[in-house]
């Protein structure tokens, strides 16, 4: 359950980040008034976004390899073949998109067991929700009373910035993973597939899950 694509998708972005810094550099030694508030108020902004992008995918991960670990709960010196797999996934991803059914669903998982998930895990969900729903792409006060930030940035400023461009924001989201305050999205994005990462690590190393058949191991990499 490793976050492989999440990564090479993340070395793009630092690519595209790297590429822009270049140009903007190139600008201001050839002396272009305004080539660093370009940087702060284009470039950067465009890499968060991207950043957190990125994120959204990583969260629906989670959900979908948990989804693929609920298919396997049972007795665990009984292999699943492919067609109790196949059959499992679609009955446990209607549990799954059900609100009554799908703390059920994490009960069965252990998840609350481990730290991560109302820790850094809970943090990302409510990011990729205020991301993905939030009408103004600010954070939401749920978000911001689990990171422990004030509702205002403080002083003059009432309200936060959306999420790519509110620096109060992404240095309290930082301070959060255990990152200095002055880290960038990138950064940001990169803690939280590693986390994600060690949080599945964790979950399917408990002995719950029934191994897989022959068949359906072969299949589990490519449906689910």
Known sequence: MKMTAAREMLAVIH???????????????????????????????????????????????????????AARLGPIDQPISSTEYLQAVQVERKEFRNRRTKPQVLQRLNVSKFPAWTGS???????????????????????????????????????????SESDAFREGLARFLGLKGGAGYPKIASAFIVEAEHFLALVSGQPIFRPYGHEAGALSSFVG
């Not at 108020?41 to 957190?52: I, K, N, S, T």
């Not at 895990?121 to 103004?136: F, Q, T, W």
């Open 15 to 69: 690519s595209e980040e790297r590429k822009r810094l270049r140009r903007v550099r190139r600008l201001d030694a050839q002396g272009h008034e305004f080539a660093w508030e370009i940087y702060k108020f284009e470039c950067e902004p465009f890499v968060a976004d991207l950043c957190l992008s990125l994120l959204t995918v990583v969260w629906h991960k989670v959900e979908r390899d948990l989804l693929r670990l």
């Open 121 to 163: 895990l809970e943090a990302l969900r409510l990011l990729v929700n205020c991301y993905k729903h939030d009408p103004n792409g600010t954070p939401d006060a749920a978000l911001l009373r689990h990171l422990r930030l004030p509702q205002s940035p403080g002083g003059m400023v009432k309200s936060y910035a959306r999420l």
